[in-house]
Structures are given as structure tokens and as C-alpha cells.
């Protein structure tokens, strides 16, 4: 099982970037794939969700996120993607994706890769 992170980078406030996370090794459709980030000294929060084939593949976001990042999933390339518009300097954190399964109880994460919003 891998899930491997990428995109992240250094940005403007106001500007943005595009997270992706490549799975193998599981069933992709199956898994509710996630996005959670974690900042220095805080701990690591849920960003945006969205769910597994048996749940429609619906989006949730955190308040602090909504309406300014997109997550989706293409599951023909096994790749979630977290778009993030308008960052904020609180934006700044490791992002951190995760795959769940709500049946089977599996998790599986992925490295981090740094998101850093100056100001």
C-alpha cells in the first residue's frame, strides 16, 4: 500500500496550489479519502473528506477551508486531489493524505508534503 503526496510548495496569501495523492495497493473506489494538515505546535485537524463509492463519493470540508479548497478523486487514476484557493498564512502546515475504509476499519497515510503561505 502506498499513498504518495505531492504539490505542495511555497505561495503567496491569496494565491494557490494543487495537492495530489497517488494510491496503490488497495482498492481505491472503496476508501473514503482525506486530507488532514498539521501546523507546528497545533494538532493534526481534518481538512476535507470525501467518501467511498458506498457513500456516493460526497465532499465535506472544515469550516476554516470551506468554500476556498475543492477536494476530488478520480478513482480510473486511484488520485485525490485537494485545490486550494485564496491560502491564508494559517493555511501553512504539513498536508497529510489518508485513505479509510468505513467497512473494513482499514487507514492507511501518507508522508506529508509542506504547504507554506507567506504573507
Known amino acids: 500500500v502506498q499513498l504518495q503526496a505531492s504539490g505542495g510548495g511555497l505561495v503567496q496569501a491569496g494565491g494557490s496550489l494543487r495537492l495530489s495523492c497517488a494510491a496503490s495497493?488497495?482498492?481505491?473506489?472503496?476508501?473514503?479519502m482525506n486530507w488532514y494538515r498539521q501546523a507546528p505546535g497545533k494538532q493534526r485537524e481534518l481538512v476535507a473528506v470525501i467518501t467511498s463509492g458506498y457513500s456516493g463519493y460526497s465532499p465535506n470540508y472544515a469550516d476554516s477551508v470551506k468554500g476556498r479548497f475543492t477536494i476530488a478523486r478520480d478513482n480510473a487514476k486511484s488520485t485525490v486531489y485537494l485545490h486550494m484557493n485564496s491560502l491564508k498564512p494559517e493555511d501553512t502546515a504539513v498536508y497529510y493524505c489518508?485513505?479509510?475504509?468505513?467497512?473494513?476499519?482499514?487507514?492507511?497515510w501518507g508522508q506529508g508534503t509542506q504547504v507554506t503561505v507567506s504573507s
Open positions: 489518508n485513505a479509510k475504509n468505513s467497512r473494513t476499519l482499514r487507514d492507511y
Open positions: 495497493g488497495f482498492t481505491f473506489s472503496d476508501y473514503a
